[in-house]
């Protein structure tokens, strides 16, 4: 089915995988701020935003060492900490998100520098009547394909903020061509006996996904997690080594006795040394007593290179099993029907 491209073209009807098979491009998008933004004293940044447009947020912390304390809120209201030396970034791709618009406004009763990161909507709206700084990302079909272009625009940030350095933002720049070569190994034309993501789908399909990762590796996983879930329409978890050993290791040895799982491990050689062996040590004490994992080794020499490999393999890995589950990838119309139904 998987190497079937006329029933590839029926089901995906928006091409959600030629977006992937481009997002490669997202890295080389240039983005600029005021010649007048040069803040000074930021003691701490918080990123407000919801699904995939806090994806960047999560990426940013595995891989870079900010200088100062960097928190996500996914929330209608934000810390009691954010003040005048609070970089407050107000993130939603459509721009509409009612939590990070709630966010944004407490953000200003506390004179936060506010900088708004969207492709359009009422965020863009505000910014431009207040005088915000802002990054406008380019249109894609859904929020969550377009996790690297958000993340090239919130390192074009911190950059012109200086708490990130520019060599960060070159070696974001040049990953790209990296990335493409690695693509193309995933793509539709590729047979399914030469390709992991299509192998990854077919061990997949039927089961509910739970997606594990270290410190390092825990933003891919999160990632694969959304894209099951938007993509595939397909439950899934995630969580992260050590902690996992600390709870849930001891939840797979009982129940449910049948566990209709498909358990996926992302195993970076760049991890602390203990947690690479606390994955190899929970899989031989877990044989038999869960799904033994699926194996997902990033390739690359950086941090970088790993991460954004990772992701576009469970993005690729993704789209698959939707056109397993006989479904069009893109739409995600519960979720609008959600937001119609909390203004009724």
């Known amino acids: 089915m998987l190497d079937d491209l006329k029933y590839i073209h029926e089901k995906d009807v928006q091409d959600a995988l030629g977006v992937n098979e481009k997002q490669w491009q997202q890295l080389q998008e240039a ?53 005048n030396n609070t970089l407050f970034v107000a993130s939603s791709y459509s721009g509409n998100t009612e939590e990070t618009i709630s966010a944004l406004e407490q953000a200003a009763q506390r004179e936060a520098l ?4 969207a492709a359009g909507g009422r965020l863009i709206d ?17 929020p ?3 996790a690297l272009v958000s993340l090239k625009a919130f390192t074009t940030l911190l950059v012109a903020a200086k708490v990130a350095n520019k060599e960060s933002l070159e070696e974001l720049t040049n ?47 999160y990632k694969w997690k959304i894209s099951f879930n938007e993509n595939a329409k397909h439950v899934a978890w995630v969580n992260q080594y050590p902690e996992f050993n600390h709870n849930e290791f ?29 994955f190899e040590v929970s899989e031989r004490l877990l044989s038999g007593q869960r799904p033994a994992p699926l194996v997902v ?4 020499e ?7 490999w990772a992701i576009a393999l469970g993005d690729f890995t993704s789209l698959y099993v939707a056109l397993l589950n006989g479904i069009n990838p893109t739409p995600v119309d519960l979720i609008e029907t959600f937001k119609k139904s909390l203004d009724e």
């Open 250 to 278: 001891i939840g797979w040895t009982k129940q449910p006795v049948d566990k209709p799982y498909a358990v996926i491990d992302i195993r970076s050689s760049l991890e602390h040394a203990r947690t690479q062996k606390r």
């Open 144 to 146: 969550r394909y377009a």
């Open 302 to 308: 950086t941090l970088l290179q790993q991460l954004l």
């Open 31 to 83: 983005f600029t701020l005021p010649d007048t933004f040069s803040p000074h004293g930021i003691q701490n940044i918080v990123l407000a935003g919801m699904g995939g447009s806090a994806l960047s947020a999560n990426f940013v912390r595995a891989w870079l060492d900010l200088p100062v304390p960097f928190e996500t809120i996914r929330d209608y209201d934000i810390p009691a900490y954010v003040g």
């Open 175 to 221: 990953s790209a061509e990296w990335l493409r070569d690695r693509i193309q190994s995933w793509v539709p034309t590729v047979p399914t006996k030469d390709n992991q993501a299509k192998q990854l789908a077919q061990e997949i399909i039927g089961k509910s996904v739970v997606v594990y990762g270290g410190p390092k590796m825990y933003p891919a996983a």
């Open 297 to 300: 080794t990033p390739q690359g």
């Open 114 to 117: 506010i900088v708004v990161i």
């Open 126 to 142: 505000i910014a431009k009547k207040r005088d915000y700084p802002y990054l406008q990302l380019p249109l894609i079909s859904q």
